[in-house]
């Protein structure tokens, strides 16, 4: 028997599993992240666990096939990571690093396009090789599968989605530095800034006037029928929905998965996004499916495990 290690590097803390040859998960943890002093003692605590578990589990290194790791960063073909602001990484050679610390083989990704890979091998993608996953969080990630294999691009950065512009008039800047990024939109942070505009001209009214507001609050309130936040779902779905059908046209997907703590709120979220992207969508994307993602907080594991399965 064969197996792999599949490594999820979040900035508050690190997801780790133990698969099989056959994609079973047998284990799986958490340790801390440790940021402080740029990261360094991250790739050290990681390595640790690893080679803790193979004692634990009695394993031969020569049965382990490697490491699979997801990063919240950009990551050249190298493995190398040349800042990631969650980390406290500067310039970092991840993947030599990682292999000198385990002694084991080590594939690095960026951690939304692992997670992609992930719902297409076992989530809400599954059956699929060409695929894009859409996480909607405190940001708006993205991930592209085609013909089975993540697509990363030249300098790592393929599938970041959430700075695309959908917006050539808005004059607040996003976190990435410039102005009408789709992040600024359909992120929960984004969908909470859409209600608050609305509120301060919105005379009806709404279960949303309150002292604060979440993305989950809007949806909560759609689902009850409140027309203020169906309009601010609607306008969310246009921002989104339209970014989808240009991505369409790019990538020729089979399926959109939509993940992230924003599709909590289910399947009446992709009916926002449905008809809008349908408007827009180039003829021969049209009947794309739209699917919520099924493997929460496991995507990353499984799909940083995957880069050493078949």
Known sequence: MKYCFGVDIGGTT??????DESGVILDKWEIVTHTEEEGKRILPDISASILNKIKEKNLDTADVLGVGAGV?????????????????????????????LTGLPAQIENDANVAALGEMWKGGGA??????????????????????RIVGGQHGAGGEIGHMCVNYQESEVCGCGNQGCLEQYASAT???????RKLERET?????????????????AVKAGDTVAMEVAEEFGKYLGYALANVAAVADPAVFVIGGGVSKAGEILLSYIWEPY?????????????????????????????????
């Open 14 to 19: 690190v997801k780790l599993g133990l698969f």
């Open 72 to 100: 919240p960063a950009p990551v050249t073909e190298d493995g190398v990571v040349n800042g990631s602001a969650n980390l406290g990484w500067n310039y970092k050679e991840v993947k030599k690093e990682l292999e000198a």
């Open 127 to 148: 059956g699929q090789k060409n695929m894009v996953m859409v996480t909607l969080g405190t940001g708006v990630g993205g991930g592209i599968i085609s013909g089975g």
């Open 190 to 196: 984004g969908i909470v800034r859409l209600a608050m």
């Open 204 to 220: 009806r009214n709404t279960v949303l006037r309150k002292e604060s507001v979440t993305a989950k609050d809007v949806f909560d």
């Open 278 to 310: 349908r408007e827009k969508a180039l003829f021969t994307n049209k009947d794309v499916d739209f699917a919520l993602a099924t493997l929460g907080n496991d995507a990353g594991i499984c799909g940083a495990a995957k880069l050493f399965l078949p």
